[in-house]
């Protein structure tokens, strides 16, 4: 893995309790400014003038993340006045909360002995949605999109591949 640091010459301090309020799996410090979120290509932190991509496989997967988190910050700074900002630390999802979308067979086809531990390497970003076979098939299309929504990866997807 690599991570790789952009500095940001005009400051985003102002958009991350917009972005906060947001994206779904962030977890902001406001006495710091510091917004973290996972997604499917890497672990992203915010600062009013810094972005730092974590955990990215090569420096092409770097820039396409940075690509990604730009487009989103500019976006959400845009549609800010239809977004009520959150000034405050929101509540972290848990594993149990993302247990409750999955098909729960036990069937260890990711690699994994339960859900549950999947669940929990999800969060952590060392498993993707993907990895659980039984949610690719049609009866689990919907809790499959819920989960995208739950951790945010629906729109990633795209920068991981």
């Given at each position: 893995?690599?991570?790789?640091?952009?500095?940001?010459?005009?400051?985003?301090?102002?958009?991350?309790?917009?972005?906060?309020?947001?994206?779904?799996?962030?977890?902001?410090?406001?006495?710091?400014?510091?917004?973290?979120?996972?997604?499917?290509?890497?672990?992203?932190?915010?600062?009013?003038?810094?972005?730092?991509?974590?955990?990215?496989?090569?420096?092409?997967?770097?820039?396409?993340?940075?690509?990604?988190?730009?487009?989103?910050?500019?976006?959400?700074?845009?549609?800010?006045?239809?977004?009520?900002?959150?000034?405050?630390?929101?509540?972290?999802?848990?594993?149990?909360?993302?247990?409750?979308?999955?098909?729960?067979?036990?069937?260890?086809?990711?690699?994994?002995?339960?859900?549950?531990?999947?669940?929990?390497?999800?969060?952590?970003?060392?498993?993707?949605?993907?990895?659980c076979s039984a949610l690719s098939k049609p009866e689990f299309a919907e809790d499959?999109?819920?989960?995208?929504?739950?951790?945010?990866?629906?729109?990633?997807?795209?920068?991981?591949?």
């Amino acid at each position: 893995w690599i991570a790789v640091t952009a500095e940001l010459s005009d400051g985003i301090g102002e958009v991350l309790p917009y972005l906060n309020a947001t994206v779904k799996n962030a977890v902001y410090t406001p006495e710091v400014q510091n917004l973290n979120f996972k997604m499917d290509a890497g672990v992203i932190s915010l600062m009013p003038r810094e972005i730092i991509v974590g955990q990215v496989a090569c420096e092409e997967d770097a820039t396409k993340v940075l690509d990604y988190v730009k487009k989103l910050v500019n976006d959400t700074w845009e549609k800010r006045t239809g977004i009520t900002p959150v000034y405050e630390r929101k509540e972290e999802i848990k594993a149990k909360d993302v247990l409750d979308f999955l098909p729960r067979p036990n069937c260890r086809d990711c690699g994994l002995p339960t859900c549950f531990a999947f669940a929990v390497a999800l969060l952590k970003g060392q498993k993707r949605l993907q990895d659980c076979s039984a949610l690719s098939k049609p009866e689990f299309a919907e809790d499959k999109e819920a989960l995208a929504r739950l951790l945010q990866t629906g729109i990633t997807e795209e920068v991981a591949t």
